[in-house]
């Protein structure tokens, strides 16, 4: 075969009177990593899912290999040698590793030989790509990397040359993630074609040879990766100039307004999640927690937010104890000028069901200029509603929507106004950008600061190592549920990245 | 060997009253595990009963009434179908309209036309599932123990007990064996998958719903056409929910769904054979109580003892394509 491995000419692609798809035009070189970067509902989804057969294009032409391909169903695409693993895994987590790679590729009545088909057609792959997995394993007993390894081997195995990957590394800690690009740098050296579909710049500049950049539907650009910048690439994004890092003057820390001292956290299965955790945030000052997913950090926060019990230990809130081992409130943390922006603002910062006015008042409706009498004084709410959507954005200004329908990043913007415009003394922050867009993201560092320099408390964690580094005044790093070592903002990405992996140099005694 | 008798006839029992719920487990078990819950078990039963004994009453053919049954049983488990998978209609909603639809109208159609109250007329001869006799039944009658319980427990009954009981390791093969049982599972956990790997969804799930209609006909047939010998109405009498808990009990498994079952009918059958029956110490038991004894049994095993059950993941959730 010759030509390019995939051609796409003129699609277009509307859903009612959306128009996600316009005119696009993209060529995919065969071996190689092509990226598509785009902000959150810039079509890049809508564009994988008509090449994979999943919907129709309106118009145009798709051409594999550089002959024309009707693609009107995912098997027409697998019939194709195009495979695709989708951002959320479709994988049927009771199953085994085996049954879910052969699901729809039995090829005969009876599983017996096709299982037998399929371990023999594993082992090979193993020793070709060094994609090892245990057939065996239940889907739901494996860390969610091993779980997308399952999804590029069920590719794999139905003979795909072209592998899509949407959003792969949304789900995957720092390490899961280096590990996926050398898996894919590997399959780009045995000769397949990969297309990486992100909204991560960093991954761009890591992984891909060329990039293409999607901006409202349409293709905006494409390039070279060694010959752009990561700066070029967000303004051609978000169509404007970004600031990837937000400038910030010098810290100027007042007295002590969170104390945190000997904070022990088992979770429900008794595992000590936090491990004698000891620190202190001044006002106007920033305090970052770096760490990799899973070393305690959550349940740090929600401990100090009152949203889960500790153990032992105490923390102390402008001097006075919040009773973090016994039944602390949130509410009444809240009133104290403690605010939470919660990890999860899908299943713990928003009610999606929700009309943005509720949500912009959630945890706040009881306060009086919220109330008339024993009811909720709803011309006021939606007028506070109103007024934060316009401070902060957000975007469609409707307070009357469904907060489900707000993309990510405004749906964070409507729990940090709410928690933000409170005025607390002290911010309690948890990935305040996961799955935001790089011109949400500029906008919430902008205001992180805004707080510090307002004189607040702010307690950053993340596992965008990026953000801690670029907010914080000081940097605390967890492994293990304890906190490994203390550093400033200087602190080179080499050395916080050994400390999070529990690499400790011995300290200066 | 009074209470070896004794104890042969309530197992006896059990076996016969095991059967419809055996077999409307069986085939709640198809359509649950293919993500469509039912709760119109009940209805298809009933149709498939008043089908079966009404074409057995006409033709004088139990096999026209059993094929009738199925019939019935599967045109209702399509329309739960066409609500539930084409029309993405809630799936509990459509199962209680079937139950009410089937409760109220074998009852009018079977007095338009049979005029005999809302019966069938009474089946006999070749109408009817007779009892089976086993080969060397007779023969081995004498033989203590064995003799017994192979000539009385095993043999004797109607084709359609065993049937029943064969329909259990064929569920398991079929399930675990084959690919449309593989895909069968996949579909009730992540429908999305069973898309993306350009599998059919919706024929899928037709095809279980079509199998939750056969298997529930064969109970219907069952009750109306071999157990009894012709339609009472509400000759079900709950069997369907009992059903539906038997398979919870089981968690969606072939193998311990039969034993919910025997264990459900041993309860039922042990409440008939201790009605009035006085005891040691409490004296005479009401018979409300000892009727109401499988299902306060049943509630108690649900609430405490069988652990999480964890239904399949996608059960009663239409599946719409995301954007």
Not at chain 1, 439 to 446: C, D, N, P, Q, W
């Amino acid at each position: 075969m010759a030509g390019p491995a995939i051609e796409l000419i003129g699609i277009n692609k509307s859903f009612g009177t959306v128009r996600a798809n316009r005119d696009i035009n993209l060529e995919v070189e065969r071996g190689t990593i092509h990226g598509i970067i785009g902000e959150n509902g810039a079509g890049k989804s809508t564009l994988m899912s008509i090449l994979y057969g999943f919907y129709q294009a309106d118009s145009g032409e798709i051409r594999i290999g550089g002959k024309t391909a009707s693609i009107r169903t995912p098997n027409d695409a697998i019939a194709g040698g195009i495979g695709m693993v989708h951002q959320h895994f479709m994988l049927v987590e009771n199953f085994t590793v085996v049954e879910n790679i052969i699901l729809g590729a039995e090829g005969e009545p009876l599983l017996k030989r096709s299982i037998g088909k399929a371990r023999s057609e594993l082992q090979r792959l193993e020793r070709e790509y060094g994609l090892d997995v245990d057939p065996d394993a239940v889907i739901e007993d494996l860390a969610v990397g091993l779980q997308q390894r399952v999804e590029i081997l069920k590719a794999l195995y139905r003979g795909a040359e072209i592998l899509i990957l949407d959003e792969p590394t949304g789900v995957l800690t720092p390490a899961e993630a280096d590990h996926l690009f050398r898996i894919l740098r590997m399959l780009k050296d045995q000769g397949k074609t990969v297309v990486l579909i992100t909204h991560k710049l960093r991954e761009i500049m890591a992984v891909t040879d060329t990039v293409s950049v999607m901006r409202q539907g349409t293709m905006v650009a494409t390039r070279r990766t060694a010959e752009t910048t990561v700066e070029e690439l967000a303004e051609l994004m978000v169509g404007r100039r970004v600031l990837l890092h937000v400038e910030k003057g010098k810290a100027s820390p007042g007295p002590v307004k969170l104390a945190v001292s000997g904070l022990t956290v088992r979770d429900q299965r008794g595992v000590v999640m936090v491990d004698n955790v000891s620190f202190e945030v001044r006002a106007g000052e920033i305090v970052g927690i770096a760490g990799v997913a899973g070393n305690g950090q959550s349940e740090l926060i929600e401990a100090i937010a009152g949203t889960r019990r500790a153990q032992s230990g105490a923390v102390m809130l402008d001097g006075k104890a919040i009773d973090v081992t016994g039944h602390a409130d949130p509410g009444d943390l809240r009133d104290r000028g403690l605010a939470h922006v919660p990890e999860d603002r899908h299943h713990v910062g928003l009610v999606l069901a929700f009309e943005e006015a509720e949500n912009s008042i959630l945890g706040y409706h009881d306060k009086p200029q919220f109330l008339k009498g024993p009811l909720l004084d709803v011309e006021a709410i939606h007028a506070d509603a109103r007024d934060k959507i316009e401070k902060y954005d957000i975007r469609p200004p409707n307070d009357r929507l469904r907060t489900a329908n707000f993309s990510g990043g405004n749906q964070q913007k409507i729990v940090l106004a709410r928690e933000m415009e409170q005025d607390p003394g002290v911010l309690v922050v948890g990935q305040p950008t996961r799955g935001v867009d790089v011109g949400a993201i500029e906008f919430i560092h902008k205001r992180l600061i805004a707080m510090r320099d307002a004189g607040k408390a702010v307690l950053l964690i993340s596992v965008e190592l990026d953000e801690i580094r670029s907010l914080s005044d000081r940097i605390l790093v967890m492994f293990a549920g304890r906190v490994v070592g203390e550093r400033g903002p200087e602190a080179s990405e080499g050395e916080l990245g050994l400390l999070m992996a529990g690499v400790v140099k011995q300290e200066a005694a | 060997m009074a209470f070896l008798d004794a104890l042969v006839q309530l197992l006896d029992a059990t076996i016969r009253v095991s059967v419809p719920l055996l077999l409307a487990c069986l085939a709640g078990l198809y359509s649950e595990r293919a993500g469509i819950f039912d709760i119109g078990l009940e209805g298809k039963m009933l149709a498939g009963a008043f089908a079966g004994a009404s074409a057995a009453a006409v033709t004088g053919s139990a096999w026209i009434g059993l094929l009738t049954a199925i019939l019935a049983a599967v045109f209702l488990g399509l329309v739960h179908g066409f609500a539930s998978i084409t029309h993405r209609g809630n799936q509990i909603v459509s199962g209680v309209a079937i139950n009410f639809v089937v409760a109220g109208s074998t009852i009018i159609l079977g007095q338009a036309w049979f005029r005999q109250g809302g019966r069938t007329p009474s089946l006999a001869g070749p109408a009817r599932f007779e009892a089976i006799t086993l080969p060397g039944a007779e023969a081995l009658r004498e033989v203590p123990v064995i003799g017994l319980i192979y000539s009385e427990l095993i043999s004797g009954h109607s084709i359609l007990v065993y049937v029943a009981f064969l329909m259990v390791p064929l569920t398991w093969w079929v399930l675990y064996r084959t690919r449309f049982g593989l895909r069968l599972r996949a579909v009730g956990e992540n429908p999305a998958a069973v898309d993306t790997a350009g599998i059919s969804v919706t024929w899928l799930r037709y095809r279980a719903v079509i199998l939750t209609g056969v298997l529930t006909g064969i109970a219907g047939a069952y009750l109306s056409v071999a157990q009894n010998a012709g339609f009472v109405k509400d000759m079900t009498a709950g069997k369907g929910y009992i059903a539906l808990a038997a398979l919870i009990f089981a968690k969606w498994k072939p193998v311990p769904a039969m034993f919910a079952c025997l264990l459900f009918g041993f309860l039922d059958a042990a409440s008939i054979r201790f009605q009035g029956m006085a005891w040691p110490v409490i004296g005479k038991v009401p018979v409300q109580f000892i009727n109401a004894l499988p299902f306060v049994l049943t509630v108690i095993l649900l609430a405490g003892f069988i652990g999480k059950a964890i239904p399949p993941r996608a059960g009663g959730v239409p599946y719409v394509k995301e954007r």
